[in-house]
């Protein structure tokens, strides 16, 4: 499958007309509906991982062919953005069947019986070994709740901040650590990506960020004292957080 890009003028042109655009709250009306999402298949994710240097990758903002869409721009060593010649691209979608966020917690259950000498039984005990997640994961109940308040409230959010703000505090791209899409995991599919809302207590404030889904062929693991979870929630907005 050929993968759709934009050529540098492309970019810099989608890029500008978002930044036009989020003052603009009836022209965010039309762009965004609150229950549309991104789809990343594997050609885009490969894409991602052979360019990209530093242990994030931002996805810029963009409007091309009337539509709003999400563009992957990779960072070098050092953090910064690279000069491409091409930039890999989702537009945002219509969500077909259903989305499905699965966290799965296994544990040990440790039981010690203790005999005597004469083999009668003199204690009994029973310990669970709790989950330890072996990398950063998100609730899902936390996931599901964020990307419904978006739904429900998410142009209410952008109303308060087009009107009051004229849209200067609105998201322009979006910082997300490389590891925590799990782009080396064996079997991995495709990625959905879904905006979602949910309270910051640094910034006092809702903020918007991304939440990704992933799709594996195999998502059990027969390893135990774990999560396993294809919910991965580490996007920052900028503005209002913009450290690179």
Request: proline letters at 4%; one cysteine or more.
């Given at each position: 499958?050929?993968?759709?890009?934009?050529?540098?003028?492309?970019?810099?042109?989608?890029?500008?007309?978002?930044?036009?655009?989020?003052?603009?709250?009836?022209?965010?009306?039309q762009?965004?509906?609150?229950?549309?999402?991104?789809?990343?298949?594997?050609?885009?994710?490969?894409?991602?991982?052979?360019?990209?240097?530093?242990?994030?990758?931002?996805?810029?903002?963009?409007?091309?062919?009337?539509?709003?869409?999400?563009?992957?721009?990779?960072?070098?060593?050092?953090?910064?953005?690279?000069?491409?010649?091409?930039?890999?691209?989702?537009?945002?979608?219509?969500?077909?069947?259903?989305?499905?966020?699965?966290?799965?917690q296994?544990?040990?259950?440790?039981?010690?019986?203790?005999l005597?000498?004469?083999?009668?039984?003199?204690?009994?005990?029973?310990?669970?070994?709790?989950?330890?997640?072996?990398?950063?994961?998100?609730?899902?109940?936390?996931?599901?709740?964020?990307?419904?308040?978006?739904?429900?409230?998410?142009?209410?959010?952008?109303?308060?901040?087009?009107?009051?703000?004229?849209?200067?505090?609105?998201?322009?791209?979006?910082?997300?650590?490389?590891?925590?899409?799990?782009?080396?995991?064996?079997?991995?599919?495709?990625?959905?990506?879904s905006?979602?809302?949910?309270?910051?207590?640094?910034?006092?404030?809702?903020?918007?960020?991304?939440?990704?889904i992933?799709?594996n062929?195999?998502?059990?693991?027969?390893?135990?004292?774990?999560?396993?979870?294809?919910?991965?929630?580490?996007?920052?907005?900028?503005?209002?957080?913009?450290?690179?």
């Amino acid at each position: 499958m050929l993968m759709i890009t934009l050529n540098r003028d492309e970019y810099a042109l989608a890029t500008s007309e978002w930044g036009n655009c989020i003052s603009d709250f009836n022209a965010i009306q039309q762009l965004i509906p609150t229950n549309y999402i991104f789809e990343m298949p594997r050609e885009q994710l490969d894409w991602i991982k052979e360019n990209n240097d530093y242990k994030d990758f931002c996805s810029e903002i963009g409007i091309y062919n009337g539509k709003l869409i999400l563009i992957f721009c990779p960072l070098d060593g050092k953090g910064q953005r690279k000069m491409m010649s091409d930039y890999a691209f989702s537009t945002l979608c219509q969500l077909e069947g259903t989305l499905t966020l699965q966290e799965k917690q296994e544990y040990t259950i440790v039981k010690n019986s203790v005999l005597s000498s004469d083999l009668r039984r003199v204690d009994n005990d029973e310990s669970t070994i709790l989950p330890v997640t072996d990398r950063p994961v998100m609730a899902q109940d936390k996931a599901v709740a964020a990307i419904e308040l978006w739904r429900t409230e998410g142009m209410d959010w952008f109303y308060l901040e087009c009107t009051e703000f004229e849209g200067v505090r609105v998201f322009k791209r979006f910082y997300v650590p490389s590891a925590d899409l799990c782009l080396d995991r064996p079997g991995l599919l495709q990625i959905k990506c879904s905006f979602g809302l949910k309270y910051n207590d640094i910034y006092q404030r809702m903020l918007v960020t991304l939440i990704f889904i992933s799709f594996n062929q195999l998502l059990e693991n027969n390893g135990s004292s774990q999560t396993i979870s294809n919910t991965y929630d580490w996007s920052q907005p900028c503005p209002p957080i913009c450290r690179i």
